[in-house]
């Protein structure tokens, strides 16, 4: 190549460099026309994205540009919003909250970081104001349910078939000696959902202390204590484990890829409670409008049968069965013997849920009793219950069995317990001694019992 042509090559390629970094520059970033924080899977956020992206071309002729901002799950997502709008920030940048925790969305409604939506009347009269007790949607309407959920007691068929053991049906049955390193359970500190299943298992005994009591005799049958609640499904799926407490579409969905007959679910009737999976809109939402349109259409019949239908079918989601409970009342008469297995009715159960109970405990009281009881002092709390089965029902087994149900003082009845809860959310030094004073309780406790083996 000779010198000249050399030159105008290297000034046409200057030029066209020129050109392309011009082009990259002026081409503008796409601006998301609604903005979501959500704990949902992958599956319902890629077909509520998809179902009102087309029912909104059908309607207003526009498509929509989403964004889903990725943190984590419930708790991670609540801790991020608060820490948002610290210092009297007016807006998060986020529109909508979608999925999470009744108690999660209400503890946002009581600082004011969610606003109302007012419902069109038709959507409204489908919606059931409670459960059994449980809300299903603020007064103000600053949060809805839009789907619900129950827990039971995910196992595994075939290695109990295998072992020659009884089905676990009642969370009684997780507590069992047979079960004794058996049992997978989810941190309570880190899950908001684990909070809510042991809150259904202490509400599935008579009183506060009886419930405690059938709640850390499983922890004591556990094998693995896991971070999100979604690691107690897989946990029984591998085997390493043959039950854990479990939400229903976890489960569900499990299920749905083992081979026919491996997992099992169990729906214990003492404790279906069905409570509520909201959606809200937050303060300062940059796209109120929008964010107004999807929640209406989440509840509407179009949106809710995306729940429910199997993926494919005629008002289903095009490629990922859901397995969800849908919320409104039309869907299970006009879908009846339609939805995908096991489905069932929510409104033909009969529990009902001490409701203040369950936000005080769920919110503030199951996380650091917890950790206290059973995280801290995971191996002494093993070794210690292993001493109490190897007791039997002789009157030393009895004695160590009083002593391992035991509570502290602060904690030693319902009322005491609920008093002593709320403390943990006022002062931090005050909630630390609290917490540091469970954690000797329950391992010297342990300690004890071990000693005597």
Known sequence: MSVRSWRCWSVWAAAALAVLFWLGGCRKKVQADLVIVSPHNKSIQVEFEQAFRDWHKETHRTDVVFEWREVGGTTLITRFLLNQYEGGAGTSGIDLYFGGGGPDHEMLAAKGLNVPVQLPEEIMAQLPQDIRGVPQYDAQGRWYAAAVSCFGILYNRKLLDERKLPVPRTWDDLATARMYGQVSAADASQSGSARAAYEMIVQS??????????????????????????????????????????????????????????????????????????????????????????????????????????????????????????????????????????????????????????????????????????????EELAKAWKVVLNAGRTPKGQQLMKEFVALPADLADKETALATAVKLSGDERKAREITNAWQRFFRDKYNRIIEQK
């Open 205 to 378: 005994a008579p009183d506060w202390p009886a419930g405690w009591a059938k709640l850390v005799k499983i922890f004591g049958n556990c094998r693995r204590f896991t971070g999100g609640a979604s690691d107690v499904v897989r946990d029984v799926a591998d085997g390493d484990v043959l039950a854990g407490a479990a939400i229903d579409f976890y489960a569900y969905n499990r299920m749905a890829q083992a081979k026919e007959g491996e997992l099992a679910f169990a729906l214990p009737a003492e404790t279906a409670a069905f409570t509520p999976d909201p959606i809200s809109m937050l303060q300062g939402a940059p796209h109120p409008a929008m964010a107004q349109r999807f929640v209406e259409f989440v509840l509407s019949e179009r949106g809710q049968s995306l729940w429910c239908l199997p993926a494919g079918t005629p008002g289903g989601p095009k490629r990922h069965t859901l397995r969800r409970q849908p919320i409104r009342r039309d869907m299970y008469t006009k879908y009846k013997g339609k939805m995908i297995e096991p489905l069932v009715d929510v409104f033909e159960v009969d529990f009902v849920l001490d409701q203040k109970a369950h936000e005080i405990r769920v919110g503030q009281l199951h996380g650091p009793l917890m950790k206290a009881a059973a995280l801290d002092s995971r």
